[in-house]
């Protein structure tokens, strides 16, 4: 191919998603299906195996174009192994990239999915150019990825930046990662719904209630009865921007960034949530360190995920974008 390209897969908890991505920020191609973990590790890996070859034959991409995958985690990129998946039920110590490897024949790049929307705002999104960043990503989960000095910080064994699991209340709920009092236990679809189911069984929401009709609460229906103006229902966005703003503060302090930036499908309720964020944050972060500090929402939306998978592609196959961000 002409222009240097890769081939981007996002794995999500509820959905997988696939395109070309070009050095410009084109995205061409792209595919995507439900995720469908319920089914178990070996369903999945061939609909992401799936999903590459239709990108790969509809671009006609050569073999020389890698593939940049971005997993939840806690993961190793060096060895391309997903540890364990909070969300993903029965995926434990999956070696995801030589699997890939074999099955497409090509360079498979792997990196934990909140990193991966953290390079891809730096290098396409909202945070372009900046070199202090705290990412998180709200979705069925709660990913997270932080660049300091123009550095992604990965930690040990890549493992590192799990602000998802950052503890906030020492008597919190329990979380999926086995954890109490998690970030991601107040901020996250997940955790959304569950507080909504609570609202609807109690009564306290009639509009929650009428939504799930008898079925399961979502995410999506607690945010619809919030922005409807359903006061239980926004008092579930109020809780977790406070929560939220507890964990991310002690993140300012300690990191003194130049922006944090918000994405993932639970911030599509926008000021809903990230307006009791900014008020509680300059309540729990040092102020003449907060003052300094852009709150933005991604500008990435639903393609954060492709755009990091690609933009980790390209920085480790020493791409156009080799030294814009420091992997490590």
Do not use: K
Request: include cysteine.
């Amino acid at each position: 191919m002409a222009r240097p390209a890769a081939i981007a897969i996002d794995f999500g908890g509820t959905n997988l998603r696939a395109a070309l991505v070009t050095a410009e920020g084109a995205i061409l191609h792209r595919v995507n299906t439900p995720t469908r973990v319920e089914e178990g590790v070996q369903p999945v890996i061939d609909r992401l195996v799936n999903l590459a070859e239709q990108v790969i034959s509809a671009s006609g991409a050569g073999p020389e174009v890698p593939v940049g995958v971005v997993a939840p985690g806690p993961l190793d990129p060096d060895e391309g192994v997903i540890y364990f998946g909070p969300n993903l039920p029965g995926w434990r110590n999956v070696p995801l990239r030589a699997i890939l490897a074999e099955r497409l024949g090509r360079r498979i790049v792997i990196g934990n999915d909140g990193n991966g929307a953290a390079l891809g705002e730096a290098i396409f999104g909202a945070a372009r150019g900046c070199r202090h960043l705290i990412h998180l990503m709200i979705g069925t989960g709660l990913g997270s990825g932080i660049i300091s000095h123009g550095q992604l910080i990965e930690g040990y064994r890549g493992l590192g930046a799990e602000v998802g699991h950052l503890p906030v209340d020492p008597y919190g709920p329990r979380c999926h990662c086995g954890g109490a009092g998690c970030l991601e236990a107040y901020v996250s679809g997940w955790a959304l719904a569950r507080d909504g189911e609570a609202l609807a069984h109690s009564g306290r929401s009639e509009a929650i209630r009428r939504a799930a009709a008898g079925g399961p609460v979502t995410a999506e229906m607690v945010t619809e009865a919030a922005q409807a103006g359903d006061e239980a229902a926004r008092s579930v966005f109020e809780s977790a921007g406070r929560a939220l703003a507890v964990g991310l503060a002690g993140l300012v302090n300690v990191f003194n960034p130049e922006m944090i930036v918000i994405g993932g499908g639970v911030a599509r309720a926008g000021d809903l949530l990230l307006e009791p964020l900014r008020r509680w944050l300059r309540y729990y972060a040092i102020t003449y360190i907060v003052d300094t500090v852009r709150v933005l929402p991604s500008a990435l939306g639903d393609d954060a995920g492709v755009y990091g998978a690609a933009a980790r592609a390209f920085l480790v196959s020493g791409g156009p974008f080799a030294g814009t961000v420091r992997l490590g």
